[in-house]
């Protein structure tokens, strides 16, 4: 049988359960609460000692769950405490997880299984180390609260893991001409997509930071708008300087605003959907690249700076990387460039 003992303290009562296993005392504390709670408390205790088990070590014991609980449970913590957009992408990875390893167990999960799904995203999804990094970052985060939050897990199972290190062959950023530019926007009927793309090609900007972007970001008399999260671990929240085409444009999107506070508030909700109208545009224009998406626009802006002559690290800056080494990318220029900045010698 098992026994109460109650000791007061400044805030109330606490209370602990004592009972005796294999000739030995144990104790489970229960903590400040009423001794309605703490006799309900005790008599899951004495339940537990009636199937021969120890109480301590069974109130330790998570339950068990399946991934797809991990996916809700997860969720359901984040909503206060997370942007939609990492919970978006929480969702993604899990359950890309799950398509490769089926809903198992979460505590049936190993190295061995996450080893097989990085490969499994590398060599059957073709994605991008960059990609596969994210997945796991995100992965190991998620299972990290599962046991330190959510008290799924007694154990990370995946908190060895590395990030994947496959030498990937040295990419070139792809990026529009003037002609594919000029291409691009005839293509685009509908007149505030075409606001949007012109704001892409103007700023460089990622995907949400324009759809994300609100007025108050927005600082018209001192010619600055900001972009990115001010608190965004990896990306820098930066002033972009407003040149008067920029103002022209933010004008015409502040008198459609229709008192809404996202500047490009007709995509602010689904900013995928933008992805989705790059390439509508793409398989119906000729003469745009086969793989021309929406951070192409990115590229553009980048590769044009440096081709006008624009220092890597005020381009670095323009678009929000913390170091050049990511800006080197664009280093890709076109021949007939090249050519000419070696023209310029003065000897």
Same mark, same amino acid.
């Given at each position: 049988m098992a026994s109460l003992e109650a000791r007061k303290v400044k805030h109330g009562t606490t209370w602990r359960v004592v009972y005796w296993w294999h000739g030995k005392q144990e104790k489970v504390q229960i903590g400040i609460t009423s001794k309605r709670v703490a006799e309900q408390q005790k008599a899951k205790? $004495? #339940?537990i000692l009636a199937n021969d088990e120890n109480p301590k070590l069974a109130r330790k014991r998570p339950k068990a769950a399946l991934l797809s609980d991990l996916i809700v449970k @997860?969720?359901?913590?984040c909503e206060s405490r997370r942007r939609a957009r990492t919970? $978006?992408?929480n969702t993604q990875a899990l359950k890309k997880l799950q398509e490769y390893s089926g809903d198992k167990l979460i505590e049936s999960f190993d190295r061995r299984v996450m080893d097989g799904f990085l490969t499994y995203l590398r060599d059957e999804c073709k994605y991008s180390r960059t990609s596969i990094n994210m997945y796991l970052r995100q992965i190991k985060a998620v299972f990290h %609260? #599962?046991?330190e939050e959510h008290g799924l897990l007694k154990e990370h199972p995946f908190r060895t893991i590395k990030p994947f290190t496959q030498a990937e062959p040295a990419r070139k950023a792809l990026f529009l001409d003037q002609e594919q530019i000029k291409l691009m926007l005839a293509g685009i009927e509908d007149p505030h997509? #075409? %606001?949007l793309i012109q704001f892409y090609l103007w700023t460089g900007c990622r995907r949400t930071e324009a759809t994300d972007l609100k007025w108050k970001d927005v600082d018209l008399p001192n010619g600055q708008v900001y972009l990115g999260q001010s608190d965004s671990k990896t990306k820098l929240r930066r002033g972009?300087?407003? +040149?008067?085409?920029?103002?022209?444009l933010l004008q015409d999107l502040k008198a459609d605003s229709e008192g809404n506070d996202y500047v490009f508030w007709r995509f602010s909700k689904d900013p995928r959907r933008v992805s989705k109208r790059v390439r509508q545009i793409r398989e119906k224009a000729d003469? *745009?690249? @086969?793989? *021309?998406? *929406?951070? +192409?626009?990115?590229? +553009?802006f980048a590769s044009h700076l440096i081709m006008s002559g624009v220092d890597i690290s005020t381009v670095a800056s323009l678009l929000g990387h913390s170091s050049t080494q990511v800006t080197e990318l664009y280093s890709h220029l076109q021949p007939d460039h090249r050519m000419k900045a070696a023209d310029r010698l003065p000897y």
């Open positions: 205790v $004495e #339940a @997860d969720s359901e913590w919970i $978006e992408v %609260r #599962a046991v997509l #075409a %606001r972009f300087p407003l +040149t008067d085409r920029l103002i022209s003469g *745009l690249p @086969d793989n *021309l998406t *929406l951070h +192409t626009l990115r590229h +553009t």
